[in-house]
Each structure stands twice: as structure tokens, then as C-alpha cells.
């Protein structure tokens, strides 16, 4: 899918994931660990914010939620309306260089080409300050898929594998590389992993 057919894919899909998917659980609980490595009232930025309800709305008032979906950013309007919404793509993001204490990306980047990661990861890199924070979804396995009938619509899947995931964060500029296992909003288990900006 380019870019237009996942924006569409995820307009057509949004209210369905939003309804399916559970608001808390192991994975929500990461974001006070995150929260714990920040100064106070850090500026967080919410990658693949989707309806907010997951991430956005667990970080502090005032952080910034970016989505390809204006669907899913006219979701998150109603569940977090004290965030600060952005349509946006994660390979280009719109801020300005060293704006963020931290980001979180839950479930997001492997919606990118796995070819492209680097460059999500360099942006992530970009738009955070020294020391910032990165907590985000680590697929384990390498797939580029297709995958109809996924929320009654059709959705790209793309991941280059755990290791080689971990490699491109490190090439990307990051550190201290840390991972968790944690239920995610379907209700199976994911890794993440926690990491900071040089």
C-alpha cells in the first residue's frame, strides 16, 4: 500500500479498531515507566495516535498525537481533548528538530514499508531532544502482508524481524535498549521496547 491507500485503509477501519480494543491493560502501564524516566510536564510526542485511547490519553495534557487517519485524529478529538492533534506521516514528521522529551509508538511503525523504517526511526531521532525517550511497539517476526478482512477492511503489515529492528534504533542514534513483554489492545502479547536518544 502507498501512502494514500493505508490513510484510507485506516479511515475506513478506525471506528471498528477503536471499539474493539481494550482502553487498559499491561501495555498502558508502560507509559508511567516512560513517564518516570521525564522531567516534569515533559513534551510527548504519540506516534500512530489512532483514537487516543490507548496512548494519548495516558500521557500528560498537552502531548502531541500524530496519525496518517484524520478519522482516527477526529476519534481522538473526543477522547482526549486536551492533546494537540497532527495529521501526519512518521517517515516525515511535521516539528521541528529536538521538540520532544520522549515519544511513544504503539503498534504503528510496522504499517510503514519495513524498507522505510530507518527513516521513521531517524525521525524519531530528529524531533527529540538529547536523552529523549522512545517506548514503542518490537515486532519479533519479518512479514510484508496484506491482511483482508482485518477489522472488516484490509491493512498493511510490514516488520524486518526483532534483531534487525534493534539494529536500525541503534544506527538511528539510540541506546540503552531495554524490552518488556506486554498484553496489547487485541488481547495477546507483545514486546516493546524502551530507548533513549543520544
Keep these: 500500500m502507498d501512502r494514500t491507500e493505508l490513510r484510507r485503509a485506516w479511515d475506513a477501519v478506525s471506528e471498528t479498531y477503536a471499539e474493539r480494543r481494550d482502553p487498559d491493560g499491561s501495555d498502558a502501564a508502560l507509559i508511567d515507566e516512560l513517564l518516570a524516566a521525564l522531567p516534569a510536564e515533559p513534551d510527548v510526542l504519540d506516534v500512530g495516535c489512532g483514537d487516543g485511547a490507548r496512548t494519548l490519553a495516558n500521557l500528560p495534557p498537552g502531548s502531541v498525537g ?8 477526529d476519534l481522538a478529538a473526543e477522547t482526549t481533548p486536551v492533546a494537540r492533534l497532527v495529521h501526519g506521516e512518521m517517515s516525515e514528521l511535521p516539528f521541528a528538530d529536538g521538540v520532544f522529551d520522549a515519544i511513544t509508538a504503539y503498534h504503528a511503525v510496522f504499517h510503514v514499508p519495513r524498507g522505510r523504517h530507518p527513516e521513521v526511526y531517524a ?11 522512545l517506548l514503542m511497539t518490537l515486532p519479533g517476526g519479518r512479514f510484508e502482508t496484506i491482511r483482508r478482512g482485518w477489522m472488516g477492511g484490509r491493512m498493511f503489515f510490514s516488520a524486518p524481524g526483532r534483531e534487525r ?5 541503534h544506527s538511528a542514534g539510540f541506546d540503552e535498549l531495554r524490552t518488556e513483554t506486554a498484553g496489547d489492545p ?9 530507548a533513549r536518544h543520544v
Design 66 to 73: 500524530v496519525d496518517i487517519s484524520r478519522r482516527g485524529l
Design 123 to 133: 525521525e524519531f531521532a530528529r524531533v527529540l531532544r538529547p536523552g529523549g525517550r
Design 165 to 169: 529492528t534493534t539494529t536500525q534504533l
Design 186 to 194: 487485541l488481547g495477546s502479547d507483545t514486546e516493546f521496547v524502551f
